[in-house]
C-alpha cells in the first residue's frame, strides 16, 4: 500500500430535527442540510416547521454526477 496522501477532515452538527450543519474542508461558510418535498413526505417532517434545503442525498447525487 502506498501512504495516505488525503484524509478529509469533515464535522457534521445536528441543529434539530432534519437540519445538519456540514464543515468542509476548503470552505470557510459550513453547508446547511435538510429536507425538502417528496423527502419531507417520506420522513413526515412538517413542511411548514422547517424551510426547504438539499438533503445529503442531493449532495451524493450531485457530486456522482461531477
Known amino acids: 500500500m ?25 470552505r470557510t461558510e459550513p453547508i446547511t442540510f435538510g429536507v425538502h418535498s417528496e423527502v419531507a413526505e417520506h420522513y413526515g417532517i412538517d413542511p411548514d416547521r422547517y424551510p426547504p434545503d438539499a438533503t445529503t442525498l442531493d449532495y451524493v447525487v450531485a457530486a456522482a454526477a461531477g
Open 2 to 26: 502506498t501512504d495516505v496522501v488525503y484524509r478529509s477532515e469533515v464535522t457534521v452538527e445536528r441543529i434539530g430535527g432534519p437540519i445538519r450543519r456540514a464543515h468542509l474542508p476548503a
